[in-house]
């Protein structure tokens, strides 16, 4: 069973960037599709991203479309999400999740497994 663990989410003003990493061990995450959700308080875990398991596909809400920028490196077992322009809507806490359809093409968190602790984004205004 594979683990995920999120980290590099931060405090940051309103147009800056974070990276966010998503490391998995237990298995190859070369495995899965591959998903990050946000969850801010009071509201439901919404999906942000997609990618298919060779990094070749991806697809995004589009809130976020433009702006952010999710990628994979397989050799590493690293899943990453780059976020630009920063806006305090897009505070919450980021999971990264492995998809259980066998695809990218899925946008409701029951379709993602193996969660993470997930890491904190809060954009000050």
């Known amino acids: 069973q594979v683990q995920l663990v999120e980290s590099g989410g931060g405090l940051v003003q309103t147009g800056g960037s974070l990276r966010l990493s998503c490391i998995a061990s237990?298995?190859?995450?070369?495995?899965?599709?591959m998903g990050w959700f946000r969850q801010a308080p009071g509201k439901e875990r919404e999906f942000v991203a997609s990618?298919?398991?060779?990094?070749?596909?991806?697809y995004y809400a589009s809130s976020v479309k433009g702006r952010f920028l999710i990628s994979r490196d397989n050799s590493q077992n690293l899943l990453e999400l780059l976020i630009n322009t920063l806006l305090p809507e897009d505070t919450g806490v980021y999971y990264c999740?492995?998809?259980?359809?066998?695809?990218?093409?899925?946008?409701?968190?029951?379709?993602?497994?193996?969660w993470g602790q997930g890491t904190q984004v809060t954009v000050s205004s």
């Open positions: 237990g298995g190859a995450l070369s495995t899965y599709p």
């Open positions: 999740g492995t998809s259980v359809t066998g695809s990218y093409y899925s946008f409701n968190s029951s379709a993602y497994a193996n």
């Open positions: 990618v298919s398991r060779n990094g070749l596909y991806t």
